[in-house]
């Protein structure tokens, strides 16, 4: 029996407080996330369970228990309190999928930080813009990757603490601490008091215009993350789950950490990139039950052919999802033929903190449909023009939520007037907090859908310029910037262009300076430049010269007219397109 | 060979490795497993060797493992140039 039971019997009388029943969960109980994934499942006496499997390149393997968990996040609370950080300080978690990634983020939970993990293979340019908004103080990191934070240290005068948890510790340089956490166990540690608003997570996202933003979360959202692991993840006690995403990124942290964590359950974390068949001999070894994946993920196995999965006993897994942009319906049938199980879609975000629409274990699958509200969610897709709720089956509209769901991001860091943006019908001075109180605005996601006369969401695309390229979100004004940053590029424009695997991939198209000519040498120098300076998923996959950019009468680069070209689609009103 | 493998490491080095770097990279340096090429930027590597040598690696052979090291990187262009 799955733990939801039954998706529409759930509907009536929904109460966020099923979450407490889940959690078994008393008031007077502190409400602190590093503490609820380890302490509170030690006290509950399940100190010896293991919560974390962990390998890595190679034979590199780790195990930890909660018990471990404890302790050691215990460890990084106490250090980071003796280096002067403060309850409210944003500590940024800069590493691979370590395993000291896992517990220092709950070792900064634990003594009140505000955890920002960051994607390891963000270049120097992405990790200064948003350390720099964020007014990070400290940052844990490990010797691969401390190079790009002493590249900008003189530009974060926020920036105090640098700790170094992997690597050869003569490599340092002055003003680096060394931690390794499995030499500090620390028994007791007091932690912080923090209630339901207090800031817990904050998670960089982009947009399509302006620099990445920070979606500022808070420790109430585990009500959120705790009934949706539950219910559509169905995670169960004796569960070793999986789930691919990586903590840089909200999925790696909500269900990645959080969720299963929270429940106690048994996870499994791979860090050494992805190939079909170590995936496969991973999910055999472990005998993994319940695997979170996305849809790149799962259209690259397909790629990769069925002859690999049945070389692999994979007959542990009993359950599967996705997640990060719309499933396909192939991938959905594909799964049910190589598995015998489909994966589960599930759309949220960021902002979102958790799972909004989604399919449920034993509700019927429309291959290629994201599914239905969360109970508790009201959803609806919002007319195009009028912004009011459309009634008619199969319209395309923009999906939006009424406000005030527990995981729902606060604020946008330091951009009130961009978070109030994102609220139809809010006031212009209204707060953050009149926003996401408010029960007749509509919080708008910026993605468009449709809705059929069964009550099933279908995706349709971005209400914007946006590029999810394998489900991570790319803003084209901050690859643009960049890309000008190159000595022969005079301007630039840049788009998603339709790929088979990755949904989406990064194309520029650009003007050069006189001087310069194209050729495969100049075109790899501008990959590598953008690579190196944001990061690998922003590169540009390929790169169109042109004598100059379609621009608007007023001189505004038109990407969506260059994007209707990549996508074959009607570019629309092109009346203010300059003329020749 | 020798000479791609020379080519090869000569632009691991000038992309991939940082210049306060005293590590020596050689042939058989791991390069994904060590760090040293994050996974996530094999991508613009493969973009090099598929530009410099005139091939196309399929996604499916251009893994960590194949990419490892700059010889067994040769190896897989090798196989590729027919």
Same mark, same amino acid.
């Given at each position: 029996m799955s733990n939801i039971k039954s998706y529409e019997e759930r509907l009536q009388g929904f109460d966020w407080d099923y979450a407490k029943e889940v959690l078994d969960w008393q008031d007077g109980e502190l409400l602190n996330i590093g503490h609820m994934c380890s302490d509170r499942i030690c006290a509950k006496g399940h100190a010896d369970k293991t919560a974390l499997i962990w390998e890595g390149f190679g034979d590199a393997t780790a195990q930890y228990t909660f018990n471990d968990l404890r302790v050691l996040s215990n460890g990084f609370a106490k250090l980071l309190q003796d280096q002067g950080v403060e309850p409210g300080d944003r500590v940024c978690l800069f590493m691979d999928k370590v395993p000291a990634l896992y517990v220092s983020f709950l070792g900064a939970l634990k003594m009140g930080g505000v955890a920002q993990p960051l994607f390891s293979a963000f270049g120097d340019d992405s990790l200064e813009v948003r350390l720099a908004s964020a007014e990070t103080k400290a940052i844990l990191t490990t010797q691969k990757h401390v190079k790009k934070v002493r590249k900008i240290l003189d530009k974060l005068p926020a920036l105090k603490t640098i700790i170094v948890v992997e690597g050869n510790p003569a490599k340092l340089k002055d003003g680096e601490l060394f931690y390794d956490m499995n030499e500090h166990r620390v028994e007791d540690f007091e932690c912080f008091? *923090?209630?339901?608003? *207090?800031q817990s997570v904050l998670h960089y996202t982009s947009g399509t215009t302006g620099q990445p933003k920070g979606a500022q979360h808070v420790h109430s959202s585990v009500w959120g993350q705790a009934l949706t692991t539950s219910w559509v993840l169905d995670l169960h006690d004796d569960d070793i789950y999986w789930c691919t995403a990586d903590p840089g990124w909200v999925t790696g942290t909500s269900y990645g950490i959080i969720g299963p964590w929270v429940l106690g359950v048994t996870q499994c974390v791979l860090d050494s990139g992805f190939t079909a068949a170590r995936w496969y001999k991973f999910m055999q070894d472990n005998k993994v039950t319940v695997w979170y994946s996305a849809p790149t993920a799962i259209r690259s196995l397909m790629r990769d052919g069925d002859d690999l999965v049945k070389k692999h006993d994979l007959s542990a897994l009993r359950h599967l999802c996705s997640v990060g942009e719309p499933l396909n319906a192939e991938a959905v049938v594909w799964s049910e033929q190589v598995f015998g199980k489909a994966f589960l879609d599930t759309f949220w975000q960021t902002e979102t903190g958790a799972m909004m629409i989604t399919n449920y274990p034993g509700m019927k699958i429309k291959p290629g449909s994201m599914g239905k509200p969360f109970p508790g969610i009201t959803a609806a897709v919002l007319d195009l023009k009028t912004n009011e709720p459309v009634d008619e089956p199969g319209t395309v509209g923009l999906i939006a939520f009424r406000p005030g769901w527990p995981s729902m991001f606060r604020e946008y860091r330091n951009q009130h007037d961009v978070y109030r943006s994102k609220f139809v019908g809010a006031a212009d001075d209204a707060t953050p907090e009149q926003c996401r109180l408010d029960p007749d605005l509509w919080y708008v996601s910026g993605d468009r859908a449709s809705i059929d006369a069964d009550g099933y969401y279908w995706f349709v695309g971005? $209400? $914007? $310029?946006v590029i999810n390229t394998g489900g991570h979100l790319v803003g084209p004004f901050e690859i643009e910037s960049a890309l000008i940053e190159h000595e022969a590029i005079a301007e630039a424009a840049v788009v998603g262009k339709p790929d088979e695997v990755n949904m989406e991939v990064v194309k520029a198209f650009i003007t050069l300076h006189k001087g310069f000519e194209f050729d495969d040498m100049l075109e790899l120098s501008v990959m590598n430049f953008i690579r190196k300076s944001l990061s690998p998923l922003a590169m540009p996959q390929e790169i169109e010269v042109m004598e100059k950019l379609p621009k608007t009468r007023s001189g505004k680069i038109l990407r969506r007219y260059l994007r209707s070209i990549e996508w074959g689609e009607d570019a629309g009103d092109l009346s203010t397109l300059e003329d020749d | 060979m020798d000479e791609m493998k020379a080519e090869v490491l000569e632009y691991v080095i000038e992309e991939y490795v940082d210049e306060d770097d005293d590590d020596e990279v050689t042939y058989d340096t791991a390069l994904i497993s060590s760090g040293i090429v994050d996974s996530f930027s094999m991508v613009s590597l493969k973009v090099f060797l598929e530009k410099k040598y005139k091939i196309s690696l399929p996604d499916s052979e251009a893994t960590p493992e194949a990419f490892d090291t700059v010889n067994s990187i040769c190896d897989l262009v090798v196989k590729h140039q027919g």
């Open positions: 008091q *923090s209630g339901p608003e *207090s971005r $209400d $914007d $310029d | -």
